[in-house]
């Protein structure tokens, strides 16, 4: 069975900085890609930043120059450094990946099950 589990959200003051790690487990033949999704309330989901198993990495502009997205293929894991955090990046954080099964060898799109992140003084 395929899963993604998150970690590192949290309560954090503006200017601070939370890392998040969302590691892929199960019967994996390969990971296409993965990246961050966040979701405020009364908002859509929005693309944070995403990145290929080649290390091709795109981010949104709210938080280019702030946020840094890496992977380690080996772990099946994908990072997210946030920096300079803003009130405006409370949300719910969640990890996807494009996977194909080893055991359908066929692709399907994954989700966490998301990570509270609150900015506040």
């Known amino acids: 069975q395929l899963q993604l589990v998150e970690s590192g959200g949290g309560l954090v003051q503006p200017g601070g900085s939370l890392r998040l790690s969302c590691a892929a487990s199960?019967?994996?033949?390969?990971?296409?890609?993965m990246g961050w999704y966040r979701q405020a309330p009364g908002k859509q989901r929005e693309l944070v930043a995403g990145?290929?198993?080649?290390?091709?990495?795109n981010y949104a502009d709210s938080v280019k120059g702030r946020f840094t997205i890496s992977r380690d293929n080996a772990k099946n894991t994908v990072y997210l450094q946030m920096n300079s955090l803003k009130p405006e990046d409370t949300a719910i954080y969640y990890c996807?990946?494009?996977?194909?099964?080893?055991?359908?060898?066929?692709?399907?799109?994954?989700w966490g099950q998301g990570t509270q992140v609150t900015v506040s003084s």
């Open positions: 996807n990946a494009d996977i194909i099964s080893a055991a359908a060898l066929s692709r399907k799109d994954y």
């Open positions: 199960g019967s994996i033949f390969k990971i296409t890609a």
């Open positions: 990145i290929t198993i080649g290390g091709i990495t």
